[in-house]
Protein backbone atom coordinates (compact mmCIF):
# COMPACT_ATOMS: atom_id res chain seq x y z
CA UNK A 1 0.00 0.00 0.00
CA UNK A 2 1.70 3.35 -1.06
CA UNK A 3 1.53 6.01 1.61
CA UNK A 4 2.49 9.70 1.26
CA UNK A 5 2.84 12.06 4.02
CA UNK A 6 3.72 15.43 3.84
CA UNK A 7 5.74 17.67 6.59
CA UNK A 8 6.17 20.92 6.98
CA UNK A 9 3.67 23.56 5.93
CA UNK A 10 2.72 26.77 8.14
CA UNK A 11 1.92 30.27 8.45
CA UNK A 12 4.98 32.97 7.34
CA UNK A 13 4.83 36.63 6.77
CA UNK A 14 5.54 37.84 2.96
CA UNK A 15 9.07 37.46 2.01
CA UNK A 16 9.73 34.65 3.76
CA UNK A 17 10.13 30.63 3.71
CA UNK A 18 8.77 27.43 4.33
CA UNK A 19 9.98 23.84 3.32
CA UNK A 20 8.27 21.07 2.60
CA UNK A 21 8.87 17.68 2.86
CA UNK A 22 6.98 14.51 1.24
CA UNK A 23 7.95 10.81 2.92
CA UNK A 24 6.52 8.24 0.24
CA UNK A 25 6.14 4.16 0.96
CA UNK A 26 5.20 1.32 -0.50
CA UNK A 27 6.59 1.90 -4.10
CA UNK A 28 10.29 1.64 -5.49
CA UNK A 29 10.84 5.44 -4.88
CA UNK A 30 13.88 6.27 -7.03
CA UNK A 31 11.92 4.72 -10.08
CA UNK A 32 9.08 7.30 -10.04
CA UNK A 33 9.15 10.90 -10.52
CA UNK A 34 7.58 13.09 -7.78
CA UNK A 35 5.97 16.53 -7.30
CA UNK A 36 3.99 19.01 -5.72
CA UNK A 37 0.74 21.04 -6.48
CA UNK A 38 -1.47 23.28 -4.53
CA UNK A 39 -4.93 24.24 -4.22
CA UNK A 40 -6.09 27.50 -3.14
CA UNK A 41 -9.63 28.55 -2.10
CA UNK A 42 -11.76 28.26 -4.74
CA UNK A 43 -9.61 27.07 -7.46
CA UNK A 44 -8.55 24.01 -8.96
CA UNK A 45 -5.84 22.11 -7.78
CA UNK A 46 -2.80 22.75 -9.73
CA UNK A 47 0.38 21.63 -10.30
CA UNK A 48 3.99 23.54 -9.48
CA UNK A 49 6.96 21.12 -9.75
CA UNK A 50 8.25 18.25 -10.50
CA UNK A 51 11.16 15.72 -10.24
CA UNK A 52 12.35 13.48 -12.46
CA UNK A 53 13.23 9.97 -10.63
CA UNK A 54 16.93 10.44 -10.66
CA UNK A 55 16.73 14.14 -9.94
CA UNK A 56 18.26 15.67 -12.53
CA UNK A 57 15.39 17.00 -14.45
CA UNK A 58 13.18 19.62 -12.85
CA UNK A 59 9.80 21.59 -14.16
CA UNK A 60 8.36 24.82 -12.50
CA UNK A 61 4.88 26.44 -13.06
CA UNK A 62 5.93 30.06 -13.78
CA UNK A 63 4.10 31.43 -10.84
CA UNK A 64 6.49 29.70 -8.36
CA UNK A 65 9.85 29.73 -11.05
CA UNK A 66 12.91 31.40 -9.31
CA UNK A 67 11.39 31.29 -6.14
CA UNK A 68 11.13 27.50 -5.53
CA UNK A 69 12.88 24.52 -5.33
CA UNK A 70 12.17 20.98 -5.31
CA UNK A 71 15.21 18.11 -4.38
CA UNK A 72 14.85 14.55 -3.86
CA UNK A 73 16.81 12.18 -1.24
CA UNK A 74 16.24 8.32 -2.79
CA UNK A 75 18.21 7.08 0.01
CA UNK A 76 15.65 8.44 2.64
CA UNK A 77 12.71 8.03 0.30
CA UNK A 78 11.76 12.10 0.52
CA UNK A 79 11.49 14.78 -1.54
CA UNK A 80 11.25 19.04 -0.91
CA UNK A 81 10.35 21.91 -1.56
CA UNK A 82 12.07 24.89 -0.78
CA UNK A 83 9.79 27.71 -0.78
CA UNK A 84 11.69 30.97 -0.48
CA UNK A 85 10.27 34.63 -1.35
CA UNK A 86 6.55 33.77 -0.45
CA UNK A 87 4.23 35.74 -1.57
CA UNK A 88 0.30 36.04 -0.05
CA UNK A 89 -0.71 34.36 -3.52
CA UNK A 90 1.14 31.23 -2.27
CA UNK A 91 -1.36 30.57 0.10
CA UNK A 92 -2.58 26.80 -0.69
CA UNK A 93 -2.95 23.43 0.73
CA UNK A 94 -0.04 21.92 -0.39
CA UNK A 95 0.20 18.21 -1.64
CA UNK A 96 2.37 15.83 -2.15
CA UNK A 97 1.89 13.63 -5.67
CA UNK A 98 3.94 10.54 -6.56
CA UNK A 99 3.87 8.77 -9.39
CA UNK A 100 4.34 12.18 -11.74
CA UNK A 101 4.43 12.29 -15.06
CA UNK A 102 6.58 15.55 -16.12
CA UNK A 103 4.03 18.41 -17.45
CA UNK A 104 3.69 18.27 -21.39
CA UNK A 105 3.35 21.53 -22.94
CA UNK A 106 0.62 20.60 -25.26
CA UNK A 107 -1.82 18.35 -22.67
CA UNK A 108 -0.53 19.92 -19.28
CA UNK A 109 -0.05 18.85 -15.88
CA UNK A 110 -1.41 14.92 -15.71
CA UNK A 111 -2.79 14.02 -12.33
CA UNK A 112 0.07 11.87 -10.32
CA UNK A 113 -0.61 8.21 -9.18
CA UNK A 114 -0.77 9.09 -5.20
CA UNK A 115 -1.07 12.34 -3.64
CA UNK A 116 -1.26 13.10 0.21
CA UNK A 117 -3.74 14.91 2.68
CA UNK A 118 -2.04 18.09 2.05
CA UNK A 119 -0.49 20.46 4.18
CA UNK A 120 -1.58 24.32 4.78
CA UNK A 121 0.83 27.35 3.84
CA UNK A 122 -0.28 30.46 4.58
CA UNK A 123 1.22 33.70 3.59
CA UNK A 124 0.37 37.22 5.39
CA UNK A 125 1.14 40.74 4.84
Not at 28 to 52: C, D, L, N, V
Amino acid sequence: QVRVEEFGGGSVQIGGSLRLSCKVSGLTFGAFGMGWWRQSPGKEREGISWISASGDNTVYRDSVKGRFTISRDNAKNTHYLQMDSLEVEDTAMYYCAADLRAPREMTGWGYPGYFGEGTQVTVSS
